[in-house]
């Protein structure tokens, strides 16, 4: 296959080694560039003012290649600092370089039309930019890139158009950035996150004076079409194509003198308009500002806003609503003073009409959930606003019937579990690779996925398989190739449905390397790729080298469906409080499933009518709203920084000389086995290459690991996993976290995650560690001896985590016990409901040992769910395996649901399962 690779004329290299978003490059550059001036402006001797003078060359240097793709400071202000610099004004180009700097880390650029004026920006002072903050609410700013090889006459023209275009009851405000070539303006969508359109016109050129090697690796991969064997007139179209791929929100607008005849076969992304040789300056600015407007809707959030404003009379069921409870009362003032009253005038009851309904949309909610279907990629998005936990159940019940057999991801969240239980599935677990050092599992391999389809195959239960759940990524950051395992598992059960469960990975759409691995872009991907001649082709091929193989045989080969009988069937749940901007509970259902209208869609709003609240919270439900409109205009940016974040947490942490003696970060090769990383690659960030591996790994690994999840390993501190996460960082240092292992913490960075957050952290860490190495340095040989001991401890002695065991006869649908592995779950789990089918054993000392010694099968009533690792090591029906049980006598957590310490494992009585059987028929 050929690759979309753009070749450079005698390039410029854009080092970004130490930095994942340019954001945090251009600022620490501007700093460099601020404290240089600065050095300059105050030297007295030649010699100093030399080295001084020549540091800022450098750094200006340094800035020029990507300067280019900003509007602030714009080209020729930035190239006023060098006849600054030459002509000898060095006071005036410290104070000019100190404004430019303290106006990109304050965003005060923003909000001032006149930015771009060297001038202004030599005299103006740090009240200036205090005031330019804190005035008025400003419009909104984002800039646009044009692409064409203008002329310098040209250049100016256009701006001077646009400029004239600017009318005051223009809802935003946007500034140009010109670049001329294809390549510069793939180059400025990847680093400006400002951007907001793209026009595309018809002079632009192939070749740029730069180039960027980590966007040529992932350009690559983007499109078979050689880019250089393109004809001119196509550069225009194929550019759109690419940046649709790299950044799917932005707006396109396409200039071309090709004929509408011509134009219409061709693949333009998401351009919203063609313009044929028009010089329409107000039309094209009207269009800008209509592009961003659509995005910028929030028509929830907007209905519910101007209810709250709206005088009404509440006689409905609702005494907290419009505040009324609270201002008339004497003792909870206090909450109104607490919350404002605003929270409180946008709350009514569904039923009282003014507001669209959740239950049953046709107005605000409708059209907020139609917009968050096209901001994440969905064919059909729904609202939830009680958590993912009920989406998951929505979309099991939905889906599956009675009888129907599901493959489960074992150490998936409760709720899929309990889901289970309700739609009377047919359970058959997958167990993930194990990380027995850290005490967690890592995700189920696809080897291990497919035997389980083509052991169901050979028995003759292929039609009954109905759905795969797999977690996405996982809670500690595994992430699966989705692509892979959608087109593998359909080419042995075609119309197969997969739930992803995407409770930590909403965000993952923002960014391009990311998005790769999410369920929706991979089903729009798919569905796409299937209906090609060029896939129908390379399927008869593979059909004819598969014909007459083996099972073993097909367990190691890359797997085609047939395009004649596949059915892309995808589902995402995703906790939008998670990752994303939220109100907690907010969550989203993604769809994108051919069969939904006619096969889903009745079943799916039953689902949806069980399990949602008739009186959903209206402010979850806009801050949903809120929340999406921020994913479309501003997630590029977010997410690139919330990477960063997460890498310099990272950096810091194992190559600090003293917190690297107690803590350290696991890395890819510590998280993912060898045999799941084809690509060889160990970190997804080295000192040579900077962060080009990461898009290899993210293109062709089995499993990935999200960067922003940062699994911090304590087992050197002496502290256990549990006992870090709550006496010390929290009740020392104010520090919250999710999860723990046995000797791992696990934190998290977030689109709201700040460098102070960052640095605080550090400083906390360093605290810790410079507080025991004090305590060893005066520690007794013992005490030495005793926190060896603990240490060994946490990092040798754990107990290999089980596998999942079998169900017991009694709950599985046939009596072979070399039969399929799936189980019966609801069966046992209402089994349990009478207590004269139930007994105890205790943990402690030898009864269960005893039990199974005279052969009996210990089969468990219920869930035990420890916390860490937080999924079930039993279910209802499960046998208890001796592996089990020492996994449980090691366990050191106080928090075991399921499971009372006084009593012991709930387990079946022998004649509760005799009767089963008994009144089981024979299969």
């Given at each position: 296959?050929?690759?979309?690779?753009?070749?450079?004329?005698?390039?410029?290299?854009?080092?970004?080694?130490?930095?994942?978003?340019?954001?945090?490059?251009?600022?620490?550059?501007?700093?460099?560039?601020?404290?240089?001036?600065?050095?300059?402006?105050?030297?007295?001797?030649?010699?100093?003012?030399?080295?001084?003078?020549?540091?800022?060359?450098?750094?200006?240097?340094?800035?020029?290649?990507?300067?280019?793709?900003?509007?602030?400071?714009?080209?020729?202000?930035?190239?006023?600092?060098?006849?600054?610099?030459?002509?000898?004004?060095?006071?005036?180009?410290?104070?000019?370089?100190?404004?430019?700097?303290?106006?990109?880390?304050?965003?005060?650029?923003?909000?001032?039309?006149?930015?771009?004026?060297?001038?202004?920006?030599?005299?103006?002072?740090?009240?200036?930019?205090?005031?330019?903050?804190?005035?008025?609410?400003?419009?909104?700013?984002?800039?646009?890139?044009?692409?064409?090889?203008?002329?310098?006459?040209?250049?100016?023209?256009?701006?001077?158009?646009?400029?004239?275009?600017?009318?005051?009851?223009?809802?935003?405000?946007?500034?140009?950035?010109?670049?001329?070539?294809?390549?510069?303006?793939?180059?400025?969508?990847?680093?400006?996150?400002?951007?907001?359109?793209?026009?595309?016109?018809n002079g632009l050129k192939l070749e740029s004076e730069f180039s960027l090697e980590l966007l040529d690796d992932h350009i690559a991969r983007l499109h078979e079409?050689?880019?250089?064997?393109?004809?001119?007139?196509?550069?225009?179209?194929?550019?759109?194509?690419?940046?649709?791929?790299?950044?799917?929100?932005?707006?396109?607008?396409?200039?071309?003198?090709?004929?509408?005849?011509?134009?219409?076969?061709?693949?333009?992304?998401?351009?919203?308009?063609?313009?044929?040789?028009?010089?329409?300056?107000?039309?094209?600015?009207?269009?800008?500002?209509?592009?961003?407007?659509?995005?910028?809707?929030?028509?929830?959030?907007?209905?519910?806003?101007?209810?709250?404003?709206?005088?009404?009379?509440?006689?409905?069921?609702?005494?907290?609503?419009?505040?009324?409870?609270?201002?008339?009362?004497?003792?909870?003032?206090?909450?109104?003073?607490?919350?404002?009253?605003?929270?409180?005038?946008?709350?009514?009851?569904?039923?009282?009409?003014?507001?669209?309904?959740?239950?049953?949309?046709?107005?605000?909610?409708?059209?907020?959930?139609?917009?968050?279907?096209?901001?994440?990629?969905?064919?059909?998005?729904?609202?939830?606003?009680?958590?993912?936990?009920?989406?998951?159940?929505?979309?099991?019940?939905?889906?599956?019937?009675?009888?129907?057999?599901?493959?489960?991801?074992?150490?998936?969240?409760?709720?899929?579990?309990?889901?289970?239980?309700?739609?009377?599935?047919?359970?058959?677990?997958?167990?993930?690779?194990?990380?027995?050092?850290?005490?967690?599992?890592?995700?189920?391999?696809?080897?291990?996925?497919?035997?389980?389809?083509?052991?169901?195959?050979?028995?003759?239960?292929?039609?009954?398989?109905?759905?795969?759940?797999?977690?996405?990524?996982?809670?500690?950051?595994?992430?699966?190739?989705?692509?892979?395992?959608?087109?593998?598992?359909?080419?042995?059960?075609?119309?197969?449905?997969?739930?992803?469960?995407?409770?930590?990975?909403?965000?993952?759409?923002?960014?391009?390397?990311?998005?790769?691995?999410?369920?929706?872009?991979?089903?729009?991907?798919?569905?796409?790729?299937?209906?090609?001649?060029?896939?129908?082709?390379?399927?008869?091929?593979?059909?004819?080298?598969?014909?007459?193989?083996?099972?073993?045989?097909?367990?190691?080969?890359?797997?085609?469906?047939?395009?004649?009988?596949?059915?892309?069937?995808?589902?995402?749940?995703?906790?939008?409080?998670?990752?994303?901007?939220?109100?907690?509970?907010?969550?989203?259902?993604?769809?994108?499933?051919?069969?939904?209208?006619?096969?889903?869609?009745?079943?799916?709003?039953?689902?949806?009518?069980?399990?949602?609240?008739?009186?959903?919270?209206?402010?979850?439900?806009?801050?949903?709203?809120?929340?999406?409109?921020?994913?479309?205009?501003?997630?590029?940016?977010?997410?690139?920084?919330?990477?960063?974040?997460?890498?310099?947490?990272?950096?810091?942490?194992?190559?600090?000389?003293?917190?690297?003696?107690?803590?350290?970060?696991?890395?890819?090769?510590?998280?993912?086995?060898?045999?799941?990383?084809?690509?060889?690659?160990?970190?997804?960030?080295?000192?040579?290459?900077?962060?080009?591996?990461?898009?290899?790994?993210?293109?062709?690994?089995?499993?990935?690991?999200?960067?922003?999840?940062?699994?911090?390993?304590?087992?050197?501190?002496?502290?256990?996993?549990?006992?870090?996460?709550?006496?010390?960082?929290?009740?020392?240092?104010?520090?919250?976290?999710?999860?723990?292992?046995?000797?791992?913490?696990?934190?998290?960075?977030?689109?709201?995650?700040?460098?102070?957050?960052?640095?605080?952290?550090?400083?906390?860490?360093?605290?810790?560690?410079?507080?025991?190495?004090?305590?060893?340095?005066?520690?007794?040989?013992?005490?030495?001896?005793?926190?060896?001991?603990?240490?060994?401890?946490?990092?040798?002695?754990?107990?290999?985590?089980?596998?999942?065991?079998?169900?017991?006869?009694?709950?599985?649908?046939?009596?072979?016990?070399?039969?399929?592995?799936?189980?019966?779950?609801?069966?046992?789990?209402?089994?349990?409901?009478?207590?004269?089918?139930?007994?105890?054993?205790?943990?402690?000392?030898?009864?269960?040992?005893?039990?199974?010694?005279?052969?009996?099968?210990?089969?468990?009533?219920?869930?035990?769910?420890?916390?860490?690792?937080?999924?079930?090591?039993?279910?209802?029906?499960?046998?208890?395996?001796?592996?089990?049980?020492?996994?449980?006598?090691?366990?050191?957590?106080?928090?075991?649901?399921?499971?009372?310490?006084?009593?012991?494992?709930?387990?079946?009585?022998?004649?509760?399962?005799?009767?089963?059987?008994?009144?089981?028929?024979?299969?």
């Amino acid at each position: 296959m050929k690759e979309t690779r753009v070749k450079q004329k005698e390039p410029s290299k854009i080092s970004l080694t130490e930095y994942y978003s340019a954001r945090q490059l251009r600022l620490d550059r501007w700093g460099a560039l601020k404290v240089a001036t600065g050095q300059l402006a105050r030297q007295t001797t030649e010699r100093k003012r030399a080295d001084a003078e020549r540091r800022a060359i450098e750094l200006i240097g340094a800035l020029r290649p990507i300067e280019g793709y900003w509007a602030f400071p714009g080209q020729r202000t930035f190239s006023a600092l060098l006849d600054l610099l030459q002509s000898g004004r060095y006071e005036a180009l410290a104070s000019t370089v100190q404004n430019i700097g303290r106006s990109l880390l304050s965003n005060s650029y923003r909000r001032n039309p006149h930015h771009s004026s060297i001038d202004e920006l030599i005299d103006s002072s740090p009240e200036d930019t205090a005031q330019e903050t804190t005035q008025g609410k400003a419009r909104p700013y984002f800039e646009v890139l044009f692409v064409d090889d203008f002329s310098t006459g040209q250049e100016s023209r256009l701006r001077q158009m646009l400029d004239e275009m600017r009318r005051p009851e223009d809802p935003f405000v946007y500034e140009p950035v010109i670049v001329p070539s294809v390549s510069d303006a793939l180059i400025a969508v990847m680093f400006n996150h400002n951007i907001q359109a793209v026009v595309v016109r018809n002079g632009l050129k192939l070749e740029s004076e730069f180039s960027l090697e980590l966007l040529d690796d992932h350009i690559a991969r983007l499109h078979e079409t050689d880019i250089n064997s393109l004809e001119p007139s196509a550069y225009g179209p194929e550019l759109c194509r690419l940046v649709s791929q790299l950044r799917p929100e932005l707006d396109l607008y396409l200039f071309t003198n090709l004929s509408v005849e011509n134009i219409a076969g061709i693949d333009l992304g998401s351009c919203r308009r063609v313009f044929y040789n028009q010089e329409d300056y107000m039309e094209l600015h009207l269009n800008i500002l209509g592009g961003v407007s659509e995005r910028y809707e929030t028509p929830f959030f907007n209905a519910l806003t101007k209810y709250a404003r709206k005088p009404t009379g509440v006689f409905h069921a609702m005494p907290i609503s419009r505040g009324k409870s609270i201002t008339g009362s004497h003792w909870i003032k206090d909450m109104g003073d607490f919350y404002g009253m605003n929270i409180f005038l946008a709350e009514t009851s569904a039923t009282s009409g003014g507001l669209d309904s959740l239950l049953e949309p046709h107005g605000p909610i409708k059209k907020a959930q139609e917009l968050a279907a096209r901001a994440f990629g969905s064919k059909q998005t729904f609202f939830a606003t009680n958590g993912t936990s009920t989406c998951n159940k929505i979309v099991v019940q939905a889906l599956v019937r009675p009888g129907d057999i599901v493959l489960v991801d074992r150490d998936c969240h409760k709720s899929h579990h309990y889901g289970m239980v309700l739609a009377g599935a047919q359970v058959s677990y997958l167990d993930s690779y194990p990380l027995n050092e850290y005490s967690m599992y890592g995700a189920v391999p696809l080897k291990e996925i497919k035997h389980r389809l083509l052991e169901l195959r050979a028995a003759g239960k292929l039609d009954r398989v109905r759905m795969l759940l797999l977690t996405n990524c996982t809670f500690d950051g595994v992430v699966y190739n989705v692509e892979r395992v959608m087109e593998e598992c359909l080419a042995i059960k075609p119309d197969l449905v997969f739930l992803w469960d995407e409770a930590w990975f909403a965000f993952a759409r923002l960014g391009p390397a990311y998005r790769q691995r999410t369920a929706m872009h991979n089903a729009e991907k798919l569905r796409a790729r299937y209906r090609s001649p060029e896939y129908r082709t390379a399927y008869e091929e593979h059909a004819q080298q598969i014909a007459g193989l083996d099972d073993a045989a097909l367990l190691g080969m890359r797997l085609m469906p047939d395009p004649d009988k596949v059915r892309v069937r995808a589902y995402a749940t995703q906790s939008t409080h998670k990752t994303l901007t939220s109100l907690r509970q907010g969550s989203m259902i993604h769809v994108h499933d051919q069969d939904f209208k006619d096969e889903v869609e009745q079943a799916f709003l039953e689902a949806y009518m069980t399990h949602t609240s008739t009186s959903p919270n209206y402010q979850i439900i806009a801050s949903l709203d809120v929340g999406r409109r921020q994913v479309e205009l501003e997630g590029f940016e977010f997410i690139q920084r919330q990477v960063e974040q997460a890498m310099s947490i990272r950096r810091a942490i194992n190559h600090h000389p003293v917190i690297s003696k107690y803590f350290r970060v696991l890395t890819v090769e510590d998280m993912i086995p060898a045999e799941y990383r084809s690509s060889g690659i160990t970190t997804y960030w080295r000192q040579e290459t900077g962060w080009r591996d990461i898009w290899e790994a993210w293109a062709q690994d089995e499993f990935v690991l999200d960067a922003t999840r940062i699994t911090l390993s304590v087992a050197d501190s002496g502290w256990n996993g549990d006992t870090f996460k709550n006496e010390v960082l929290m009740d020392r240092h104010g520090i919250q976290i999710n999860k723990t292992s046995r000797n791992t913490v696990l934190f998290m960075t977030n689109i709201g995650t700040s460098r102070s957050s960052v640095a605080y952290l550090i400083e906390v860490l360093m605290k810790i560690a410079t507080e025991l190495d004090e305590r060893l340095e005066d520690a007794s040989a013992l005490e030495r001896k005793i926190f060896e001991r603990k240490v060994k401890s946490l990092r040798y002695d754990l107990p290999p985590l089980p596998d999942f065991s079998t169900f017991h006869q009694a709950f599985r649908l046939s009596h072979d016990e070399g039969g399929t592995a799936e189980g019966d779950i609801r069966s046992a789990f209402f089994l349990a409901y009478d207590a004269d089918n139930c007994d105890y054993l205790p943990l402690e000392g030898n009864a269960l040992e005893n039990e199974m010694a005279t052969g009996r099968q210990l089969v468990s009533t219920t869930f035990v769910i420890p916390y860490p690792p937080g999924f079930p090591i039993l279910v209802p029906g499960q046998v208890i395996s001796k592996e089990i049980v020492t996994f449980m006598r090691a366990l050191d957590v106080t928090e075991i649901h399921g499971y009372r310490p006084e009593l012991g494992l709930r387990i079946f009585t022998e004649e509760a399962l005799a009767q089963v059987l008994e009144s089981k028929p024979l299969l």
